[in-house]
């Protein structure tokens, strides 16, 4: 019924930028909060930053003032900026959002199926 695509992975030098995107379709009746989580090898999945409907963000002390993370209600998608990539940075990284289908009062938390992203020379 709704599904998260993000996109705009890949591998970049140290120091340098890319941007993630995450599109949502299918039966969306309104979206809450939306948010960037990432998982390197052997750990934990961790968040990244939110973004709440009326633009309220926030960060993990790791990527503040590197990393934005924006939304186009109208669109449906959120971004992540990421700029001084630093080897550290690199993970699997995935979308989540909480989204109302079909109607008020049906609140469901999806994922997306995630984009990696390597810094490395």
């Known amino acids: 019924q709704v599904q998260l695509v993000e996109s705009g992975g890949g591998l970049v030098q140290p120091g340098g930028s890319l941007r993630l995107s995450c599109a949502a379709s299918?039966?969306?009746?309104?979206?809450?909060?939306m948010g960037w989580y990432r998982q390197a090898p052997g750990k934990q999945r961790e968040l990244v930053a939110t973004i709440f409907p009326g633009g309220s963000r926030n960060y993990a002390d790791s990527v503040k003032g590197r990393f934005t993370i924006s939304r186009d209600n109208a669109k449906n998608t959120m971004y992540l900026q990421m700029n001084s990539l630093k080897p550290e940075d690199t993970a699997v990284y995935y979308c989540?959002?909480?989204?109302?289908?079909?109607?008020?009062?049906?609140?469901?938390?999806?994922w997306g199926q995630g984009t990696q992203v390597t810094v490395s020379s």
């Open positions: 989540n959002a909480e989204i109302v289908i079909n109607g008020p009062g049906n609140l469901y938390t999806y």
């Open positions: 299918g039966s969306i009746f309104s979206i809450n909060v």
